[in-house]
């Protein structure tokens, strides 16, 4: 009991971290606004009018306390400047983080409070053209069974031409499926090697010179974000 009222109480002081984080990103790199709402207009049920309906293909983690942050993706899951969007975890709705739309849309979402110890819920997206709803999406726990979310702390070196050997250093960078997938910016990348605190990769062809890219790394037990993260150079 007392080691999941401390994960309560850290999913709290994690959610405030996060927010801050994503706070910082946005205001890194103005130049590259890679965290924007969605334009646009599926295990999972749902509709809606004119195409432009949600849907919800994966949620990751798939476990945790309250306070861990959710990736959910899909398509169509925000519409810009839309007052209905809602993210409902079996009734409760999650406080919305970011929204990226690339290749594959995504929303960051908080995982309310309230929902029973245990308990496994739907999850659901609603705006204005529609509703989804993916069944057993998420099940409450004291922890990500599948290991701790990803953090970086430095990537190095910061900018270079393709080709570039470069390294991320951080925690958590492996899930215990010991599956890593990266991007830059939309490009994903070769990774040569993999730990929990490195994970090393090649600077693939694709990205424009002088902008800074993105940088996506994800695990079974989430999702890292760094913008501006690296410079194609010459």
């Given amino acids: 009991?007392?080691?999941?009222?401390?994960?309560?109480?850290?999913?709290?002081?994690?959610?405030?971290?996060?927010?801050?984080l994503v706070s910082t990103l946005l205001a890194c790199?103005?130049?590259?606004?890679?965290?924007?709402?969605a334009e646009l207009g599926g295990g999972g049920s749902g509709g809606g009018g004119g195409g432009c309906a949600p849907v919800v293909n994966v949620v990751r983690p798939v476990d945790g306390p309250p306070g861990t942050v959710v990736w959910l993706e899909g398509?169509?899951?925000?519409?810009?400047?839309?007052?209905?969007?809602?993210?409902?975890?079996?009734?409760?709705?999650?406080?919305?983080?970011?929204?990226?739309?690339?290749?594959?849309?995504?929303l960051g979402v908080i995982v309310p409070d309230g929902i029973p110890d245990g308990a496994t819920v739907p999850v659901t997206v609603e705006h204005s053209c529609g509703?989804?709803?993916?069944?057993?999406a998420f099940t409450d726990a004291a922890e990500i069974s599948c290991g701790a979310q990803p953090f970086s702390f430095s990537l190095t070196p910061s900018?270079?031409?393709v080709g570039t050997v470069v390294t991320v250093s951080g925690i958590n960078l492996v899930g215990s499926d010991g599956v890593v997938a990266a991007w830059l910016g939309l490009t994903p990348v070769e990774i040569l090697t993999v730990s929990a605190e490195e994970v090393a990769f090649v600077a693939p062809a694709g990205p424009p010179?002088?902008?800074?890219?993105?940088?996506?790394?994800?695990?079974?037990?989430?999702?890292?974000?760094?913008?501006?993260a690296f410079l194609y150079v010459p």
């Avoid at 007392?2 to 996060?18: A, M, P, Q």
């Fill in 1 to 20: 009991m007392l080691n999941r009222l401390t994960s309560r109480v850290d999913g709290v002081r994690t959610r405030l971290s996060l927010v801050v």
């Fill in 29 to 37: 790199d103005s130049t590259h606004p890679t965290f924007t709402e």
């Fill in 75 to 106: 398509l169509n899951l925000a519409r810009r400047g839309d007052p209905e969007l809602r993210i409902v975890f079996g009734g409760l709705e999650a406080d919305l983080i970011v929204v990226i739309s690339h290749d594959v849309e995504q």
């Fill in 131 to 136: 509703s989804w709803t993916l069944e057993n």
């Fill in 159 to 161: 900018e270079g031409p």
């Fill in 209 to 228: 010179l002088g902008e800074r890219q993105l940088l996506r790394l994800e695990t079974c037990a989430g999702t890292l974000l760094a913008q501006g």
